[in-house]
């Protein structure tokens, strides 16, 4: 089922003295499937956050449709909505309970034991009671987070919300998302942090210069983008090729193609030895982001 589906966005802004034409988006279609993890990808620029501020009513578009929950969106599907801006601000003097009560009177309310269970599923429970101006970088993400889910949407929706962050505030807003994956949330997120999106999402939209230039599921993405194979036979070498790594009576090749793997295999079984292991490896999602751009 699609939770959500962008039909050829268009959005031209007038930037600079002369207010000259810019077009921001170049005819942006996609959908997000019920249950997914959507990672929206791209550098400073090309046009996510205008994307997902289309999808939510916040700047109009010059052509094209957004449908959520199968309907044009309403006050109705905006309560099934949640959502983190890119620099969130927030009143510094209330403290992160506050916040959360106060924003939460935006969907008619939520009960306490609810903001309880947030906080601490955001991390934030032994927090919740300080004033806003004490919290990190990584507590104010947090806290974003929160008040974007606290009233249990259906759709998630993320503007770079790891940005800033360090290794290990990454590795726990990962997790947290992880954790609304398995609760069935679907998630739309933009990043322009290539590994992230790597680890958590099951599909991605690579977006350059306000076009959708690459998108599929992740997994069958990197795997059908195989470099090279790594083979490694015990108690043979093999003559004529030049081996990476030995170690022991273990010798570890390189295979350039599949073809390659069976002549491989086929001389070190004729030779009496054995195949201990083959590794395809693959394009990383960085590599097929560059060269997509560069196309």
């Known amino acids: 089922m699609e939770i959500l589906q962008v039909k050829e966005l268009r959005k031209t802004y007038r930037t600079g003295f002369l207010l000259r034409p810019k077009e921001v988006l170049h005819g942006v279609s996609f959908s997000v499937e019920k249950g ?29 449709e957004v449908l959520v929950f199968g309907e044009k969106l309403t006050k109705k599907t905006k309560g099934r909505i949640g959502y983190l801006p890119e620099n969130p601000f927030f009143y510094d003097y209330l403290t992160g309970r506050e916040l959360l009560r106060d ?99 099951d599909h991605v939209l690579l977006l350059y210069q306000g076009r959708v230039i690459k998108e599929g599921v992740l997994e069958e993405m990197l795997e059908s983008e195989i470099k090279f194979f790594e083979v490694t036979v015990e108690g043979v070498e093999i003559e004529g090729m030049e081996p990476l790594r030995r170690s022991g009576n ?21 030779k009496g030895g054995k195949v201990i292991a083959i590794m395809p490896r693959t394009l990383t999602l960085e590599e097929i982001f560059i060269r997509e751009v560069q196309r």
């Open 250 to 270: 273990r010798v570890l090749y390189r295979a350039e193609n599949v073809d390659a793997v069976q002549r491989l295999v086929e001389e070190t079984i004729r």
């Open 103 to 201: 924003f939460s009177g935006f969907y008619g309310g939520v009960r306490e034991e609810e903001i309880n269970r947030v906080l601490e599923e955001v991390g934030l429970a032994s927090a919740a009671n300080r004033r806003i101006r004490t919290y990190s970088k990584g507590m104010l993400q947090r806290l974003g987070l929160a008040q974007a889910i606290v009233h249990q949407p259906e759709l998630i929706i993320l503007d770079e919300p790891m940005s800033g962050l360090d290794p290990l505030g990454r590795r726990e807003f990962r997790e947290i998302i992880s954790r609304l994956r398995e609760a069935g949330k679907t998630i739309l997120f933009s990043s322009h942090i290539l590994q992230d999106v790597e680890m958590i999402c």
């Open 36 to 64: 997914s993890v959507v990672g929206l990808l791209g550098p400073n620029g090309a046009g996510k956050t205008t994307t997902i501020k289309t999808i939510l009513g916040i700047t109009r578009a010059d052509s094209g």
